[in-house]
């Protein structure tokens, strides 16, 4: 079957870790742009890159990157999306689309928008999907598949770019929504700022306490405990940036987890088993409905893979009446 035409002539990726170097290897496999120039703050991730062979040329300066792209995307951290912005402000090529990818959307709306010149499309975009792993080498083609991603076009952007760039997030095997970026950023805090804040918390919580030893929490993770380090793994530089640039709507959500938490904390202090079983039901629910729309495996554990039972049966302490 023979791929459609590219959808944009040259794309400018400026970052590329593990979002960047994703978009970068669909891009190219499902061949949705012509040629790749990219940017990367440091001389060893543009080396990484270059030997990855990901993009078509690596260039030392954003600037650089962005001249004749007609789609730039901008995959760094939120806190630095701004000074990129008026970076490359002046050497953007008319009618471009500028996107970036940034987990929170009201801080780039605010920081980015004002330094980008008015013969542009501006279009800001989050694809909700991603690991706890960083920098060039964690990236896969595949990583956007069946995952959204939301687009928060400013008010009177141009209906025909945001429809390419929809056209492109669609290429790359992502779901398409559009919505306004305050409600991006509450939506964000409740499914996945708040989510990685208690992670953070209950991983360190663990690691404080005097009674249990480190080499215990690690050795017993497998009760759910593991399930949080995953999370909590994620990138310093990227969630200091989420959390800081989303103040408001992650102080709002964790106003309301910390109610919730007190009305458990209650239950358990009160021995009301009812309300600990009803709010578990409902908790329940949830995970299958997630599972029933596709956003996760029903396979147990995750889909991990377990050990196959040792060849040898092991030596069976107990004899049974059967045995004799
Ligand atoms: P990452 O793997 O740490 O990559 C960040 C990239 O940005 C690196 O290539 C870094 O270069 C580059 N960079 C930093 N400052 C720069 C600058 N001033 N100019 C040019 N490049 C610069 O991070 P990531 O996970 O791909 O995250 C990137 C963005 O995607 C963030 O805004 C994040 O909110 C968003 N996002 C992340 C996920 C996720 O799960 N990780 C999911 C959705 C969206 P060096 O390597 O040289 O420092």
């Known amino acids: 079957m023979t791929k459609p035409a590219p959808l944009f002539n040259r794309l400018a990726l400026i970052g590329v870790g593990l979002i ?36 078509d040329q690596v260039l030392e300066s954003n600037a650089a990157a962005v001249a004749g792209a007609d789609l730039i995307i901008v995959c760094a951290p939120v806190g630095v999306c701004g000074e990129i912005a008026k970076e ?26 004002p330094e980008l010149p008015a013969n542009v499309h501006f279009v800001p975009a989050h694809p909700v999907a991603g690991t706890e792993h960083s920098g060039p080498d964690a990236g896969f083609a595949e990583l956007f598949v069946g995952r959204w991603c939301i687009l ?16 492109f997030w669609r290429a790359l095997g992502a779901n398409v929504e559009s919505m306004p970026a305050v409600h991006h950023d509450l939506v964000l805090a409740i499914t996945s700022h708040l989510p990685h804040l208690i992670a953070y918390t209950i991983v360190g919580t663990a690691d404080e306490l005097g009674e249990v030893t480190r080499s215990e929490v690690l050795k017993f993770s497998a009760g759910g405990f593991r399930d949080f380090t995953r999370i909590a793994a994620s990138d310093p530089t990227m969630w200091r940036d989420v959390f800081l640039a989303n103040k408001d709507a992650v102080l709002e959500m964790l106003g309301t987890f910390n109610e919730d938490l007190a009305q458990l904390t209650r239950a358990i202090r009160r021995g009301d088993g009812d309300a600990l079983f009803d709010h578990f039901t409902r908790t329940r629910a949830i995970r299958r409905g997630i599972v029933d729309i596709g956003q996760d495996s029903p396979a147990p554990d995750f889909g991990r893979p377990h050990p196959d039972l040792p060849a040898e049966p092991l030596p069976r302490p107990y004899a049974t009446a059967d045995d004799k």
Do not use: F
């Open 20 to 55: 960047g170097s994703s978009i970068a290897r669909a891009a190219r496999a499902q061949g949705a742009v012509r040629e790749i120039a990219a940017s990367a703050r440091s001389a060893a991730t543009r080396r990484r890159v270059a030997e990855l062979g990901l993009v």
């Open 88 to 113: 490359i402000a002046p050497h953007l090529k008319s009618g471009a689309v500028v996107s970036d990818v940034g987990s929170v959307k009201g801080a780039i709306v605010r920081d980015m928008g």
């Open 152 to 167: 928060t076009p400013p008010a009177g952007a141009d209906p025909a770019a945001v429809e390419r760039l929809a056209a």
